[in-house]
């Protein structure tokens, strides 16, 4: 059985519609299609041009998935690719330039796309620095405390923050840079503005990244600022049973006592698309500052 979505001007096929990819809440392979079909206006903003890595489920999230990072060689000619350098070679990486890309990606089993946090023409220069806010065992109350935290220390250093639920157990905090410094840089300044975080807090953060060293604190990983590393799209749908989305907040949201990392859901997330609060963010890039300056 096949269902045809029409997307703009392309048809999109929709192999075993039917398929059962999140048994806990019945949704299908059709369903996650149309939710990609559904965020892509306010979705888009956020992925396109950017080198994708694509984690998919064949089985459903009950069973392992797969990360898929070079697009396979089936992919129609109307999906573009970027050759993104590694050591020793290239990998050909898939990239969104319209809503048809991410509901085909659903078609192909892909659950959950994640992005680099740089574009496609210069992949070596990041536009985004991310604070992943990974908890333990905390309340989530003080996950958002530590997210606002994150937010002033960027403020003080004039960058403008954002945050994201990130689908999973945690919160992302994001700045728009203008591009121009290298991974290295970002990956720089990050790390001193976490070093700076667990110094004030040691009991409740940490920058250990075995998670048997952790304790009950909460992990501020910055290693996402490397190059070639990603971090979930925001309206992303996670793998998890109740099929969380990682969607972006509105900073006052961060002082909501009911907002939960894995709170909006494919069941959920329309209510919030009328007004995306991350709109417009690269209007507020701004140079990377001296890490000094804290």
């Known amino acids: 059985m096949t269902e045809t979505i029409r997307v703009g001007r392309r048809a999109v ?24 079909q559904r965020v892509a206006p306010v979705m888009l903003a956020h992925v396109r041009d950017r080198p994708l890595a694509m984690r998919a489920y064949p089985a459903g999230v009950t069973r392992p998935g797969f990360f898929l990072k070079s ?19 290239v990998v050909t990486q898939v990239v969104v330039r319209e809503a048809a890309t991410l509901v085909y990606l659903a078609a192909q089993n892909v659950i959950e796309p994640h992005v680099f946090s740089s574009r496609a023409d ?15 065992h905390q309340r989530f109350a003080e ?10 220390r960027l403020r003080d250093l004039g960058l403008c923050p954002f945050a994201m639920t990130s689908g999973s157990r945690g919160i992302h905090v994001v700045a728009p840079l203008r591009r121009g410094p290298s991974f290295t ?33 909460i992990y501020v990983d910055v290693n996402r600022n490397a190059y070639a590393q990603h971090a979930i799209a925001a309206y992303g749908v996670r793998a998890r049973p ?8 509105r900073w006052d949201e961060l002082s909501d006592p009911g907002l939960a ?15 995306c609060p991350w709109a417009g963010m690269q209007r507020h890039a701004r140079r990377l500052p001296d890490p000094t300056r804290r």
């Open 261 to 275: 990392p894995d709170g909006f859901t494919i069941a959920t997330i329309s209510e919030r698309l009328d007004a």
């Open 242 to 249: 109740t099929a969380p989305v990682a969607t972006p907040l």
């Open 122 to 136: 210069q992949p070596d220069r990041p536009d985004r620095l991310i604070i992943d806010l990974d908890p333990s």
């Open 71 to 89: 697009a396979p060689a089936h992919f129609p000619d109307w999906i573009p690719r970027v050759e993104v350098p590694k050591r020793g070679g």
């Open 143 to 152: 996950v958002r405390a530590a997210a606002r935290a994150a937010g002033d």
């Open 13 to 36: 096929d929709v192999t075993h519609p039917e398929k059962v990819l999140f048994p806990e809440v019945g949704l299908t392979k059709l369903d996650l299609a149309h939710h990609y």
């Open 185 to 217: 840089d970002v990956h720089r300044l990050a790390r001193a503005l976490a070093e700076a975080m667990v110094a004030e807090n040691p009991d409740q953060l940490t920058l250990e990244w075995h998670t048997a060293e952790r304790g009950s604190r």
